[in-house]
């Protein structure tokens, strides 16, 4: 290793790295700057700054603890989106088939057969039930899809 590297390697040692929210700062910061080059905004320079500024910060923190549970933190955020749009596009697949309702006990999701009528459904997680109305007529097993709403913040 030359002395150059052999610094760098020296100076990177216990720091805390890439990770998904550093990866994340990355796009949002090309895209202000895109965005940037048309509008020419001061305001949205500076908040250009601060994205590149907090991101190079959190590369070479030594508080690792910390980072991580920013990240984790964000991965929360990111899972519950696109859990929420991966229901949207099951339902819309579903659409012809299946219907979708919160069990109004426990707030999770299930998926319903379409079949006329108002039927009692009696809940898979939290064992109680509830009167459910459907106006077409199909049949196919209950499941649970998902537990609970997004997270809380």
Sequence with gaps: M??????????????YGIDDLYRF????????????????SM????????????????????????????????????NDIKKYFELIGRK???????????????????RLPLKKGIHTVKCPNCKKRFEVKCRRDEKIEVEVIKKKGLREL
């Design 25 to 40: 700062n990355l796009v949002v910061y090309l895209i202000l700057f895109i965005i940037n080059i048309f509008l020419n």
């Design 2 to 15: 030359s002395k150059w590297q052999n610094r760098i390697y020296n100076f990177l040692y216990g720091r």
């Design 92 to 110: 819309w697949k579903d659409r012809n088939t299946h219907m979708y309702k919160k069990c109004i006990h426990c707030k999770i999701v299930l």
């Design 43 to 78: 305001i949205l320079f500076g908040i250009e700054v601060l994205v590149i500024i907090w991101t190079f910060y959190r590369l070479l923190s030594k508080n690792i603890q910390q980072r991580k549970k920013e990240n984790r933190f964000y991965l929360g955020i990111r």
